[in-house]
């Protein structure tokens, strides 16, 4: 079982940068592919960034390219993702996701472990 908790939401203003942390517990994070999705307030929830247990393999919606980074630190049993450049479009609740397996899927369907999610609001 994988306990997952995300931190780091807030309100802020478009232009501005958050970095959400997602910290693990009950199982080390290396064996575990991770995504980060977010859904908006009406909407379904999609998938934003997925990383592999490397930290090579990479995917990104093509909405937060150039924008957003997703980074690992399996040490710490801690995935991030550093949002720059914030729209009020990118306001949604974000989660983070665990996946036993190798590689990251952008299918919320393919990971067997979710967090309760943080809350970003960025207004204009």
């Known amino acids: 079982q994988v306990q997952l908790v995300e931190s780091g939401g807030g309100l802020v203003q478009a232009g501005d940068s958050l970095r959400l942390s997602c910290a693990a517990s009950g199982r080390t994070l290396s064996n575990y592919a991770m995504g980060w999705f977010r859904q908006a307030p009406g909407k379904y929830r999609e998938f934003v960034a997925g990383i592999d247990w490397t930290g090579r393999n990479i995917q990104y919606a093509d909405s937060v390219k150039g924008r957003f980074t997703i980074s690992r630190d399996n040490a710490k049993n801690t995935v991030y993702l550093q949002m720059n450049s914030l729209k009020p479009d990118d306001t949604a609740n974000y989660y983070c996701?665990?996946?036993?397996?190798?590689?990251?899927?952008?299918?919320?369907?393919?990971?067997?472990?979710w967090g309760q999610g943080t809350q970003v609001t960025v207004s204009s």
């Open positions: 996701a665990a996946r036993p397996s190798l590689i990251p899927s952008m299918l919320e369907q393919r990971y067997d472990y």
